[in-house]
């Protein structure tokens, strides 16, 4: 015969073995789900952060680049016709113009280099007709602040190097570096064409010998991308 005593006690060893069994599997089974959603969880942290750097990468890859460009405008000598005779005519504004080329850093920062031509101021009397011409090369940094997908607010500082020449009845030149300001605007057509409106002042441009004043250009010009 059967001892029911020691089947009850095979059968409460048998619960107990698969309940032990079933708490092992479940927590074996806990643990897989924790590492797999951990290990997905910074699967995604790093996927995110790819991304991101990516995106970063492409908006500054869009925003930087080099560029070529054209002004053109009026130049104004200031005070040049101060104080004069009479007899004495003076024309202290002309066209200047410049060509420039530059490296756009981000949508906020550039730096611009090229040749500029400030065009003439001329004076004439009874004993003839002298003219100042100025031009020269220079480079400056800009900073900008985009208003918007395509327009912007600039400003820029630079230095230049300039030859102021006197021809006519009077002759004498004086070359020196000459520091520049600037305030500006501009418009962007797409990503290979904008325009741009500006007023400059060149500072204390000349010398002894053919006297110094300063210089405004305000002038508008094109930018193209590439």
Known sequence: KINTANLCEYIALLVIFGLQQGVIRKTNL???IGSYTMHRSKFVVQSLAALALISSSAAMAADSGWYVGASLGQSTVKDFCDGLPATVSCD????????????QFSKNLAVEFGWVDLGEATLSGPGGAATAETSGFGASVIGAIPLGDSFSLFARAGGNYLKTEWAGVVSADDSGIEFNLGLGAQFDFGKSIAVRAEWERYFDVGGDNTGEADVDLLSVGAIFRF
Not at 92 to 103: A, P, Q, R, V, Y
């Open 92 to 103: 202290e504004k002309d066209t200047g113009w410049k060509l420039f080329g530059g490296h």
């Open 30 to 32: 806990i643990q897989s």
